[in-house]
Structures are given as structure tokens and as C-alpha cells.
């Protein structure tokens, strides 16, 4: 649910000069983004960085030698003109210089890009200003990993293709069978951090990858509304306590052909996760999760026989695991890794060796790690990006492998993105707060002060949109001590003496926050320009939300919904003690599990929330699939007093405000039987309620097409809340 959370929370909403228009909730962060310097960072081995021109055509570098001015380091023009003359047999159609690269030495970057016949990764060398090694794959191709020797395996449909650098394509996996998925990165449904379904041992000799069996999973039909007669696409979707898909790892060797399945065991169904190779390629490490997720077993494997070496060490709760990240092993020491978990407390760093020893615990007071970025100059710190401020900021850190010992690199409060030059002396810095747009700094790392400032963006509004006044509140749970982070958008042109109707926008589930200390808060452009049409717009991260520790999350287990709709409610007697708050004038609007907590509220304190809009709403976790829903909730059959408890089918009869329900017909993540099954409940139970599909569109809408969805919100809230 997460990944695709990240999708709708980044088109949000804006204020005023004039106010926002509708158009400009979608629009409008592209019209009014703060003046920055796009995919910057640092150049290998030197003390300069580069960026984008702003109109993307131009590689831009800024240096210490050069007084941190800018200058034009290489062009698309000049790119375009060497990859034609480097691959002639193919064409190409570069619309900006690529805004992706990987510096590997001081003057060459390597990049992908795609041609009419072939894909490829190519280096470039910005002096010479030539194409200087080529590697291609088929243009059908995707998923695209590659190896030291210049090996690349990537995906048809559902097999395992290798292209050598010769051009030879080997074949790695042949399954007619649609339901065998080989190399995906839809392993899991991507939990457990899953980003990839294959990797290269260090030498590019092996591949390891996922065999992902889902035979035994029935098919799932979503139906396409664009044909002459409509027609079913069927998915995978495994629901909550029924068959789930069975995993395996397999190792090839490219030189025989050879492949070896690691022998991870029954039960079948368990979860496969952390894949990373020893630097040796002799053996292969595997978190290996039992499908209750409470019981994790980190393995050791060996490649060449696939058999069990030793379990270096596991986790067991009550609650839950959940393993986030591979390891990391320290450079040129094969026998030391890095392992990142939230067992303890909070996701903090462990230095291990390959025998399951733990050599230093790396973690430091509550900070939450965000982001490592990885290891200095000399491989003996690691520099990585942390939470403080009780989640709300982001900043930078560097710690000591030998001591442990810990330092604050970035100090001023905000969101902090940064990264160290190659020689360990210069932070790029990049920070945004409140109340600041954006700015970029170069730090000294040693006095962590600002050497040059080389972005100090102004307000993007100012002549143009009046912002409305946004601030940060600080609430207490019900528990008593837990401090919750609130954001409190005051309606435009406010007048203390007068009262206001409330929009309410919540998420509330795991691996999201939407009250940060960023440029405005966090707040969306939607949220912004409902607050300029005279609502107060207020949002909360319950208990259960990201970046807050294990326990802040896992008050949740079995009962979702619960907890998180007591801090809500907390939330309301704070907006209530305030007298340009209008008490009967309250509505609330939220996606995902955000329109699970509004079907939640309004069923639940249907004597408070008057009208409510769910977009794509869990209703049942028991639709819900394995392993997200199982994960916090156990089965139906171990947990049925929690699934009954927070089903809202059996909370239908309880509706008493105006509820709109909008889903996309094609949604693969919560699946449209959701808000179906509670349509045909709120008929049964003789309640009204509102229902609109978005028959293109999947769990997020997206496009124009999203214009059309928050105008249809704005004035639903407008016909039954403001009147």
C-alpha cells in the first residue's frame, strides 16, 4: 500500500494572491516550484558537483576551484551527436540531457538510454566528449540488471534472458506458464523492501533471482471497460488468509549453464527477503520470514551446493517483523556487513561479521535511519540520513565504525537531502522547512558551517498566490505520553471572529507521514486551496504512521483502525477548543487506508464527522491481500474478533452523514469488491450513500483526469458542509 501511497500524496495543494485554481491543484506544484538545481551531486573525485540547466538541456557544474559558479559541462547536443556516432545502426530521440547518471571516475558518467532496436547503458567521457563503452540489451526488455563483466540479464515477460558482451543471449528461463514468474521484482507484492528480483555476484559470473510459483493463487478479475465487449484481465491477488505464492531462489552460472535452488525449506509460503550476495560469491545470505511474519531467521547459504550454512541470527515478537533493507558489506572487508533493523526500537545500523556476530551497535538515541547513503573516503564512517525533532525533521549524520561514535552534520531544522564529496571534506546540502523554500549550501564538514550558499530560493507564491497561514501543532494520544504532529492550515482571508466548516485529511496507516517540517508542512496543493475556499484544513499523524519507531507503530497489531481513529478523535477536541471552529461543520477525506479511516470515522463517530469522501477504501481487511493485510492483522481465522471488529460491512447500518465513495474500476492494490461489497451493505441497511468510478484509472488517478476527481470532492464538501 505504501508504494502506491507516495504516488497521490505528491499532487496535493496551494494558497493566495489569488487563490489556486482547481486546475492548479494537479498543475500548480510544477508552476510553483521552488528555484532548485535538479539531480545534482557530487563528481567522482573532485570538488565539484553538477545539475541540470533548467531546461533540462545541459549539464551544468559548479566547482571550489571555480569560485562555485556555474558553467556548462556538457550538452545534449553534444551527448546526442556521440551516441549517434558511437551506435549508428540505431535511433535515437533525446529530449533532455539524461537525468540520471553515475559518475565512475572524475570525467566519464554512465547512463541508460533507448534506442528504436535496443536498450542500452552507455559511458560517457564529459572531456572528450565521447561514447567510451556501450552495453545493449533488447528493446523489449525490462528490469534490466547489470554486472561487472558487462553481463546484463533482464526480463521477457515472465523469463530470465542474459545478454553477454559479445551480443550472445542465453536463455535463463523458459516456463510457458504465465503463473511462473521468473527475476520480478513483484516478489511479495514488493513488502520487505523488494526492489529486485535479481542479482549479480560481484565477479557478474552468477545470478541469483526469484522463482515466484503462483499457480495455486486464483485469478482475480478486473474487468476492461475499452473494449467492444468488455473483457476480464485476471491478476494474481492472494486475500488474507487463503493460498498464497511460493518463492524460491535460484543461483545461475553463466559459464554452465548450471543452476542450484537454495534449500530455504518449508512451509512453502514463507517469505524470501534481504537477498544479498558474500563479496567471496561464495555464499548467499536470506532473511528467511515465517508467513505470521513474527519470526525472521537471517541464513547463510552456500551457492555452490544451495545448502544451509548456518542461521547467523533471528528475530522473534509478538507483533511483527519486518525486514526493510539488504546488507550493506563494508568495502574491502568481506567478513563485516551492515544490517539495518527496527527490532530494538527504531531502525537503527549493526556492524556484523559474516559469522552472525554482532560488533557495534551503531545506532544513536531515537533517530530513525531514513537513507544511507554509504561509507567515506577512508570506509571507516558511515554517512546517513536520520529523523529528529520526533519525526518531523530529516538530517544528516555520520558514525564510526570502530567507537560507534556519532555526529550531527546538518543542524538547522528542516528536511535535509545531502551527500559528502568524494574526499570526505564538503557536505552538498539541501534543506527545506516551514517556512523555506528551498536552499543548497556547500558545508565545511568539519565546523558544519555554510562555505557557499548556492540556492537561497525565494517564496514561488509571492505576487502570485496568498498563502494561507499553516503551523505545526503538537497533540498527546489518548495513552497520555505519546506526542502526535498535527498541521493546521487556516482558511484564506481569516477572521478570527467568524466561524469555519473543517476538512480533515488523513492517512493514518504504516510507512507515510504527512506532517513533515518541509516547505509547507507537507500540505498538498488540495489541502491548500480547500483552506482558500474557507475551510480550516487539519491533519494528524496517528499512532500506527511512519518514522516514529516500533512502538509508535505497532499499538496497531490486530485492530486496525482503532487506535488510530482514538488519536483522530484527539485531534477534534483540539480543533473543537477552537472558537472559529464551526463543531457541526466537520468533514473528512482520505485514500487508500486514508479512505479506510474515513469510512471508519464516519460509521464510527457518525456524531461528529457530517460528511466524509473515501478514495479507493479498505472495508474488510479480509479483501485485503496476504501480506500487508496479515502482516498487522494475523489471518481471519487466527484473529476473527479483529476482523469482525474493524470490518465496516457490519458498521454500515451505523452511517448517518452524506459518505462519497470514489474507486477506480481497475485497482489491483484494494481491489473494487471493497467498496462493492459496502455499497450493497449500505442498501441492506437502508443508508444513502455516494459512489463514482474512475473506469480507467488503477488504485491512484491520475493525469487530467485527477482535475476532474478534486473538483468533484471540493464540491461535494461545498454542497454538504459549507450550506
Known amino acids: 500500500m505504501k508504494k502506491y501511497l507516495l504516488s497521490f500524496l505528491l499532487v496535493g495543494s496551494f494558497a493566495l494572491a489569488q487563490n489556486l485554481t482547481i486546475e492548479e491543484t494537479v ?76 559518475w565512475k571516475t572524475v570525467n566519464t558518467f554512465e547512463t541508460e538510454v533507448a534506442g528504436k532496436k535496443n536498450n542500452y547503458k552507455v559511458t560517457y567521457d564529459v572531456v572528450s566528449k565521447q561514447i567510451t563503452s556501450v552495453i ?12 561487472s563483466n558487462n553481463n546484463v540479464a533482464w526480463l521477457e515477460e515472465n523469463n530470465i534472458r542474459i545478454t553477454t558482451p559479445s551480443g550472445q543471449v542465453i536463455e535463463v528461463t523458459n516456463d510457458e506458464n504465465k503463473s511462473i514468474v521468473n527475476g520480478s521484482d513483484y516478489v511479495h507484492r514488493q513488502e520487505f523492501g523488494i526492489d529486485r528480483g535479481m542479482w549479480w555476484n560481484e565477479k557478474g559470473t552468477q545470478l541469483a533471482y526469484y522463482r515466484k510459483d503462483e499457480t495455486m493463487v486464483a485469478n482475480y478479475p478486473l474487468t476492461n471497460w475499452n473494449e467492444r465487449e468488455a473483457t476480464n484481465k485476471d491478476i494474481k491477488y492472494p486475500m488474507a488468509g487463503m ?148 519525526g518531523l525533521d ?87 505520553k505519546t506526542p502526535l504532529n498535527g498541521r493546521l492550515i487556516y482558511p484564506g482571508n481569516f477572521d478570527a471572529t467568524k466561524k469555519y466548516p473543517v476538512m480533515v485529511y488523513v492517512y493514518g496507516g504504516s510507512h507515510a507521514q504527512l506532517v513533515n517540517n518541509r516547505w509547507l508542512g507537507g500540505a498538498g496543493f488540495f489541502d491548500i486551496y480547500m483552506a482558500q475556499q474557507g475551510y480550516v484544513v487539519f491533519t494528524l499523524d496517528n499512532r500506527g504512521s511512519d518514522s ?11 485492530n486496525l483502525g482503532v487506535n488510530e481513529m482514538a488519536d483522530q478523535m484527539k485531534g477534534i477536541e483540539f480543533l473543537k477548543s477552537k472558537s472559529f471552529v464551526d463543531a457541526d461543520k466537520i468533514g473528512v477525506f482520505g485514500w487508500s487506508y486514508g479512505g479506510f479511516m474515513t469510512t471508519s470515522l464516519m460509521t464510527n463517530r457518525s456524531d461528529v464527522f457530517k460528511i466524509g469522501v473515501a478514495g479507493g477504501p479498505v472495508i474488510d481487511w479480509k479483501y485485503y491481500e496476504i501480506m500487508y493485510g496479515e502482516r498487522y492483522m494475523d489471518t481471519p481465522q487466527e484473529n476473527p ?74 464540491d461535494y464538501f461545498d454542497l454538504h458542509l459549507k450550506k
Request: glycine fraction near 6%; hydrophobic fraction near 35%; include cysteine.
Open 548 to 558: 516514529r519507531g516500533k512502538k509508535f507503530c505497532e499499538v496497531t497489531h490486530r
Open 136 to 147: 545493449s540489451y533488447a528493446v523489449e526488455g525490462s528490469q534490466a540488471k547489470f554486472a
Open 243 to 390: 493460498t498464497s505464492e511460493n518463492v524460491t531462489l535460484v543461483i545461475y552460472d553463466v559459464a554452465s549453464g548450471k543452476k542450484v535452488t537454495i534449500q530455504t525449506g518449508e512451509p512453502k509460503d514463507q517469505y524470501l527477503t534481504m537477498v544479498s550476495w558474500e563479496p567471496t560469491g561464495k555464499h548467499i545470505f536470506i532473511g528467511i520470514l515465517n508467513r505470521e511474519q513474527n519470526h525472521l531467521k537471517f541464513n547463510k547459504y552456500d551457492v555452490a551446493t544451495g545448502a544451509l550454512v548456518k542461521t547467523l541470527f533471528e528475530e522473534k515478537t509478538t507483533t511483527w517483523v519486518e525486514p526493510q533493507h539488504p546488507l550493506t558489506f563494508v568495502p574491502n572487508n568481506p567478513s563485516q556487513f551492515i544490517y539495518q533493523t527496527d527490532f530494538f526500537g527504531f531502525n537503527q545500523m549493526y556492524l556484523y561479521n559474516t559469522d552472525g556476530k554482532l560488533l557495534k551497535n551503531l545506532g544513536f538515541k531515537d533517530v530513525v535511519v531514513k537513507d544511507m547513503l554509504g561509507f567515506d573516503a577512508t570506509n571507516t564512517k558511515i554517512n546517513y540520513i536520520g529523523t529528529t525533532n520526533n
Open 27 to 102: 498543475l500548480g506544484p510544477r508552476k510553483y516550484a521552488p528555484t532548485t538545481q535538479t539531480a545534482q551531486q557530487w563528481r567522482k573525485d573532485s570538488k565539484s558537483i553538477t545539475y541540470l540547466s533548467n531546461d533540462f538541456s545541459s549539464l551544468i557544474e559548479k566547482s571550489a576551484a571555480n569560485g562555485w559558479t556555474a558553467s556548462t559541462l556538457a550538452s545534449k547536443a553534444e551527448f546526442e551527436t556521440a551516441l549517434k556516432s558511437k551506435i549508428s545502426n540505431d535511433e535515437f530521440t533525446i529530449r533532455t540531457f539524461p537525468f540520471s547518471i553515475n
Open 641 to 714: 474478533e479483529g476482523y469482525e471488529k474493524t470490518s465496516l460491512l457490519n458498521k454500515a447500518k451505523d452511517l448517518k452523514g452524506r459518505l462519497l465513495i470514489i474507486h477506480g474500476a481497475q485497482d489491483p492494490v484494494v481491489v473494487q469488491q471493497h467498496s462493492m461489497n459496502f455499497i450493497e451493505a449500505c442498501i441492506k441497511a437502508g443508508k444513502q450513500v455516494d459512489y463514482f468510478l474512475y473506469p480507467n484509472h488503477e488504485h491512484n488517478v491520475g493525469g487530467r483526469d485527477r482535475i476532474h476527481m478534486y473538483a468533484k470532492i471540493a
Open 394 to 480: 530529516r538530517q544528516l549524520f555520520q558514525v564510526d565504525l570502530k567507537s560507534g561514535k556519532t555526529i550531527q552534520l546538518t543542524t538547522v531544522s528542516g528536511t535535509h537531502t545531502a551527500s559528502v564529496s568524494s574526499d570526505g571534506t564538503m557536505i552538498l546540502d539541501q534543506y527545506s522547512n516551514l517556512t523555506t523554500p528551498n536552499e543548497i549550501s556547500i558545508l565545511n564538514i568539519k565546523n558544519k558551517k555554510a562555505n557557499t550558499s548556492l540556492v537561497k530560493a525565494e517564496n514561488p507564491f509571492t505576487g502570485k498566490i496568498d498563502l494561507p497561514k499553516i503551523e505545526f501543532v503538537t497533540l498527546t494520544s489518548p495513552d497520555g
